[in-house]
């Protein structure tokens, strides 16, 4: 049997194959710390959006606890309204959005119909304690995942990103300086009903094993520890550890600042999604054009060149030149400039009387006189 199958993940429990450095959910492969660093990409809009539709179900779920049947039937179409948006938003979530929506909007429908209104305020049926709990966890899980974005967020910005190794000690070194703070803790007791899926060191699970086939020799069979978690928030702060545990760790990305998972010692600054700037490029190769730029600021070569041009740009502006000189002569220093870069001999030598400002006037006039020419 492959990793990941019959997993049966819904809104209530999640559950991961874990083997090696990898984690499987639902049959796909994903390093560990995947969910970790992802989750952490979400925008403030959908987040608040998450949250407002938590709390009103939180407030629709107590008030089926005490209502009369006409005020109970009143309420189960608008339970039905708020629960659907917010799976709606919820399945762009990692892990949700790599979940079945339909299995939930069929639970949903089963449960919301009017001819459920009895069975489900009957006290000795089994819907209603089901259903209650299905609310309960509506409420919770973005109240979770808010808790998990700040703590996530605070240990990444305040320890792991000022690591000059990335490894398993240095990341639990981090961890253990993070965790056991008076700061971290103050904000974590600040947020939003504190005590509700409360970040935890020490997630809580379900764990036993499984016989699967090995991902890299299928002819081979290995034992795979299956965790399944009831919780969101030990759900991902699991996954925070375990990817930790086998080096693996979220990273701000320096250009775009989406936060991406690294999984080797040296910290790159970059993420290989594509660049805000230039769609073209990835972060990676936008950052290492940059680079680049910034090195040849300091190049000879292109101090002289970057000199020169700007000069021509304000007499330009000035009305010292006109707009002809002005293109012939930034033509002359781009040759001259590409030259120098090619001839160590001619940079050496001939490029800086080139490059003189009176010169390329003089040849950039010669030049168009030239083009003037019958």
Partial sequence: MPLGIKQNNNLLYLTLDVWQDLVFLNEQAYPAGYFAAN?????????????????????????????DRDTFARLLPQVRSD????????????????????????????YCRENMVDALMSTEAPYRDFFLHYLAAAFAIPLGIYHFVVAADYFERGYLYRLKERNETFFAIAAHDCFTSDDFWHVMDTLPLPDIEKFTVSPVMESTYIFARNPTQKEKMVFVQRIRFHRI??????????????????????????????RSGHKPKYCSGMAPQDS????????????QKEQNKQHPVYRLFSTRTNTIRKHHQRGKISDELRREALYLAETYRDRALMD????????VHDMEQETLYAQARARLAQEDKP
Wanted: glycine share 6%; net charge negative.
């Fill in 280 to 291: 073209r490029l990835t972060c990676r190769q936008y950052g290492a054009m940059m680079h």
């Fill in 83 to 110: 629960v659907s948006a917010l799976l709606d938003v919820l399945w762009t979530y990692p892990p949700f959005c790599f979940l079945d929506k339909s299995g939930e909007l069929e639970v949903l429908d089963q």
């Fill in 344 to 351: 160590n001999d001619y940079a050496a030598g001939d490029y």
């Fill in 39 to 67: 989750i952490m990409n979400q925008d403030q809009s959908t987040l608040q959006a998450l949250i407002h539709y938590g709390g009103a179900i939180s407030k629709e779920a107590e008030a089926l606890l005490d209502a």
């Fill in 233 to 262: 928030m030990s759900f991902y702060c699991f996954d925070l550890m375990n990817g930790l545990h086998h080096g693996h760790a979220p990273c701000v990305c320096q250009n775009c600042e989406r936060y991406f998972l690294t």
